[in-house]
């Protein structure tokens, strides 16, 4: 771990003095949990991969304001939550559709247990919950982060946390049972 | 514990693995005791499994080095705001932002000489040129481009009396006139200064641009 932040603060400085292949190391070393984390929240990959790539323009264009010694992951976590949210406020109400029936992977077999229709119905249901409980719930549920770090990431406190993980948590519960109920399963 | 219910905090904290290790232990024998606070952690941890399992699988975006072309594009074009950012970037062109800063300088230091000149530091310069100014006018051997426009100045220099300005003896208009001159040079010298930040940006920036 200890390891892994040293590269990474290296890869920081050289980038900070414009070596574009240190920055492209660090993309590589982060692009998919930038990813993953955009695309829980904006619920699409096209539009996950545009916010992907603001988030490292942004990073390449401030990475003289990283805090040397600072989580880089925790601070690219940053930039994508708000790169994100920002991008779902600009496009509200419209509902991410491409993902209904991603195809299966053999790398996941696991994944595909829970069927298409299934697994879009989640993800439609992730998506209508608010912006601040989806960000937390997805850096717990996609990234496994801890309370402490979500908290760092967010900028909130632990107890704020708790309460939007639990609230995020009631509230696709409840629409999940309800949902199913309507659908006779 | 056993005898009342876990809080649904209690619960989340334990499915997250958020608790301390006699806290765990002490949920974990509740819930073995208590099947109504077990089925409660069983619906959470369902609903939690649902959503993690639909996290995007990483083929999803398996495509790396077409992120990188798209990226890597957009990082040039915006080198230069790496570079000259900030007000620095509405500076003017180099030939411009040059001549701009050789007249800011050049200001600057006749505010400075006028300053010291008002404080004491310098004698006072007018009437050593007036006395040249003169002198090149009566004389038949300096040119006459130059006589003819000295002679206008020499009028306008007795009119005025510059001619008679000696040291000055007024102590409080002398450090007011002084102190202005002052300020003025520093407001100049910190232009001269962003001028100067500016080109050091600009030119480091056409550098790494060359270098890349």
Redesign the interface.
């Known amino acids: 771990m200890d390891a892994e932040r040293e590269l990474d603060n290296e890869l920081v400085r050289r980038a900070a003095h414009?070596d574009?292949e240190a920055?492209?190391q660090i993309?590589?070393r982060h692009?998919?949990r930038v990813?993953?984390t955009a695309?829980?929240i904006v619920g699409s990959?096209d539009e996950?991969?545009d916010v992907?790539?603001e988030v490292?323009?942004k990073a390449?264009?401030s990475i003289d304001t990283f805090r040397p010694g600072g989580s880089l992951g925790a601070w690219l976590y940053r930039i994508t939550v708000n790169a994100a949210i920002d991008a779902t406020r600009r496009r509200r109400p419209q509902v991410a559709l491409d993902?209904i029936a991603?195809p299966p992977?053999d790398?996941?077999i696991?994944?595909s247990?829970?069927d298409a229709e299934e697994?879009a119905r989640?993800?439609r249901a992730?998506q209508n919950l608010p912006p601040a409980s989806r960000a937390a719930?997805v850096l717990?549920?996609?990234e496994q982060l801890?309370?402490a770090e979500i908290a760092d990431v967010l900028n909130i406190p632990m107890g704020t946390v708790?309460s939007r993980?639990?609230y995020a948590?009631?509230a696709?519960?409840q629409t999940?049972s309800s949902q199913e109920d309507g659908h006779g399963l | 514990m056993a005898s009342s219910h876990l809080s649904a905090a209690t619960m989340e904290a334990y499915l997250d693995g958020e608790l301390a290790p006699d806290t765990l232990a002490l949920v974990e024998e509740h819930l073995n005791a208590c099947a109504r606070c077990r089925e409660a952690v069983q619906d959470l941890q369902a609903v939690s499994q649902t959503v993690a399992q639909t996290a995007p699988e990483p083929c999803a975006f398996c495509e790396g080095s077409m992120f990188w072309q798209r990226l890597s594009a957009r990082l040039s074009s915006s080198r230069e705001h790496l570079t000259v950012y900030g007000a620095l970037s509405l500076m003017p062109p180099v030939l411009l932002g040059a001549i701009g800063l050789a007249l800011i300088t050049a200001a600057g230091l006749i505010h400075v000489v006028g300053g010291l000149v008002w404080v004491g530091v310098i004698p006072p310069l007018g009437p050593a040129l007036y006395r040249w100014a003169i002198q090149q006018a009566a004389n038949p051997e300096t040119p006459f481009a130059l006589r003819w426009a000295l002679n206008p100045i020499v009028t306008a220099a007795e009119e005025l009396g510059i001619m008679t300005m000696g040291w000055p003896s007024n102590l409080r208009n002398v450090l007011q006139i002084g102190i202005i001159h002052m300020v003025l040079g520093l407001g100049l010298a910190i232009v001269a200064a962003l001028f100067t930040a500016w080109a050091w940006c600009l030119l480091g920036g056409l550098a790494s641009e060359g270098e890349t």
């Open positions: 414009g574009m920055f492209g993309v590589e692009r998919l990813l993953r695309h829980g990959s996950a991969e992907a790539q490292f323009v390449w264009q993902d991603p992977s790398q996941h696991e994944r247990v829970m697994a989640v993800r992730v719930l717990r549920e996609y801890s309370y708790m993980l639990h948590r009631q696709l519960k999940l």
